[in-house]
């Protein structure tokens, strides 16, 4: 993981730091949506962002579990009032739900949309994940015009305060002109995939459109790990210094007439320390 | 509660000799600033008399020893997680406070000091610098905190070249102040060139008794500025010789525990001065 990341691989996929957007992550079932958001949602709050998470999927009390896999203690970060989940998934089991921000009938999309903005109110910076948009449409039928204006309207509001957001959805439960929709109404949008060859599957992301960034458009592999997900490089570039594989590209400084390959310009600077210290036993 | 800042900062805690107070101060710095909601952590580096697991009184089961042999290797990727203990919320702190402990087993020590040859110590530097750049990248450390080895050794060496600001402990005493002034020479003064700063920080100083007298407290600045002259660094802390903290059993993070007592409020202080230092 690598909080710097505004989404898993983030570092790797765009050039610089991605601009603020609201990203529509398509993948089927399986594939790593949710941890993905999550790991998302994570790295915010490091940096102490507002996190909300619209869940149509998974109850409030196995986000929580699921978060601790990320070291952070959402009963904690609700406390500091970081972590808000809309929970319109607790309708199912006939509960009243413990969230505050609990969606009694999420097949009203103006309560979807009521809640969610209650959440969201007086907040900057956030970090808001949507998952799903498959689960939402699965309730109850809404037209292409309602979810969209549905969407446009949230998409607004994230931009609104200034936060990045993720929709999930899965495009194998849509029609072809419902995902053509989709790619138009957001910022951006992920893909993930998963392949098979032989006994091996292979898990793969990329970013097929992302406005005002410069991005690799190729399939990344990625791998599901006990840590979250870890986005893989598709060069093999090590730092002289730290030994790491080189994520976008290289930080490179000429010492002693010879040009070296660096992670950062904070390991050029170590090594170039180490150097003047050790001579030329440091190689 | 502090702000995040924007960049991370790799502080180096350092002396001549032994004895000046180091571990105490570093941990007690430590939690300050994880107790003002900062993301900090803290690796013993003293790698050749290690202190840190006995003041925290903990018995970790992986040690930085392990990441330095690339035993916390995954798939070719240094992971320092299984190192760190998160002790933030049994001191009750409103921060992350990481530690990361060294092995004071004696072939551990061995390992360091004699086993092994420049080829595994430079692979062991890589390792720690990749560690380094994950705790910024995943952990979003405010402050990475090296408690190091005294004198002139290749652990302190390698500690004090991966810091952006280097702390010089010592006491006043000829003894300190000439091996300070030779360590400037050798070493801190190299590190400059690249953008290093070094600072003095005088611990164990006579006179605790008298902190908020006016007359100590112009001998003390006196002392100081002649210190200051004498080894071309900047003070930015002067701590007093507390008996009760000197002579007791177990001195404890007397700054989280017991803020009125005159050594939290001088090291309140001095963690403040490093702040504002930038």
């Not at chain 1, 619209?54 to 699921?66: L, Q």
């Not at chain 1, 986005?231 to 007439?257: F, N, T, Y």
Request: net charge neutral; aromatic share 10%; with cysteine.
């Amino acid at each position: 993981m690598n909080s710097k990341d505004v989404f898993p691989g983030s570092s790797r996929l765009v050039e610089g730091k991605p601009p603020c957007a609201s990203l529509l992550l398509i993948g089927q079932s399986g594939v790593g949506k949710t941890i993905f958001c999550k790991q998302f949602l994570r790295n915010g709050l490091v940096y102490g962002e507002p996190c909300i998470y619209v869940t149509t999927n998974e109850s409030p009390k196995e986000i929580g579990k699921s978060m601790k896999r990320f070291g952070f203690n959402v009963e904690l970060e609700k406390g500091a009032n970081t972590f808000r989940i809309v929970d319109c998934y607790s309708w199912k089991l006939g509960s009243q739900g413990e969230s505050e921000y609990f969606v009694s009938n999420p097949a009203d999309l103006s309560v979807v949309l009521g809640v969610t903005e209650k959440a969201m109110r007086g907040l900057k910076n956030i970090r808001l994940v949507f998952d799903s948009i498959t689960g939402l449409t699965s309730i109850s039928h809404h037209g292409i015009v309602d979810i969209s204006k549905f969407l446009q309207i949230l998409v607004a509001k994230v931009r609104l305060a200034e936060g990045n957001a993720l929709f999930t959805v899965d495009p194998e439960a849509h029609d072809q002109q419902f995902m053509s929709f989709l790619r138009q109404a957001f910022d951006g949008t992920l893909e993930m995939k998963k392949e098979e060859s032989g006994k091996e599957m292979k898990r793969l992301l990329r970013v097929f459109s992302l406005k005002e960034a410069k991005h690799k458009t190729s399939w990344i592999p990625f791998d599901i790990t006990d840590h979250g997900i870890n986005v893989k490089s598709d060069v093999e570039l090590r730092c002289m210094m730290c030994a790491r594989q080189i994520e976008w590209k290289p930080h490179v400084e000429v010492i002693g007439g010879k040009e070296y390959s660096f992670d950062s310009p904070e390991c050029a600077l170590t090594y170039r320390k180490l150097k003047s210290l050790y001579g030329e036993y440091f190689e | 509660m502090w702000e995040k800042m924007a960049q991370g900062k790799t502080i180096a805690f350092h002396s001549y000799k032994g004895g000046t107070g180091k571990t105490t101060l570093i941990s007690n710095l430590a939690a300050y600033y994880a107790m003002r909601g900062m993301r900090v952590c803290l690796l013993d580096f003293d790698l050749y008399a290690p202190t840190l697991s006995m003041y925290f009184r903990k018995q970790p089961t992986v040690y930085l020893n392990d990441l330095l042999r690339g035993e916390t290797e995954t798939k070719g990727k240094i992971d320092i997680s299984e190192v760190l203990m998160d002790l933030s919320a049994e001191l009750g702190l409103s921060g992350k406070l990481y530690v990361g402990f060294s092995s004071s087993g004696k072939e551990d020590i061995n390992e360091i000091e004699i086993k092994h040859e420049q080829k595994w110590q430079l692979a062991a530097i890589r390792r720690f610098l990749s560690a380094k750049n994950q705790l910024f990248e995943e952990y979003g450390i405010d402050y990475l905190l090296l408690d190091t080895s005294p004198g002139i050794r290749y652990w302190s060496i390698n500690s004090l070249a991966s810091a952006d600001q280097l702390f010089l402990l010592m006491k006043n005493s000829d003894m300190d102040i000439e091996g300070t002034k030779k360590m400037v020479t050798d070493i801190y003064e190299s590190l400059t060139r690249f953008g290093s700063k070094y600072f003095i920080i005088l611990n164990k100083v006579s006179g605790a008794f008298n902190v908020n007298d006016p007359g100590t407290v112009k001998e003390e600045r006196a002392l100081e500025e002649e210190l200051e002259k004498n080894i071309g660094a900047k003070i930015v802390g002067s701590i007093p010789c507390f008996c009760d903290i000197q002579f007791s059993k177990h001195e404890f993070l007397f700054a989280v525990k017991q803020p009125e007592h005159p050594f939290s409020k001088k090291l309140v202080a001095l963690a403040e001065n490093i702040k504002n230092l930038g």
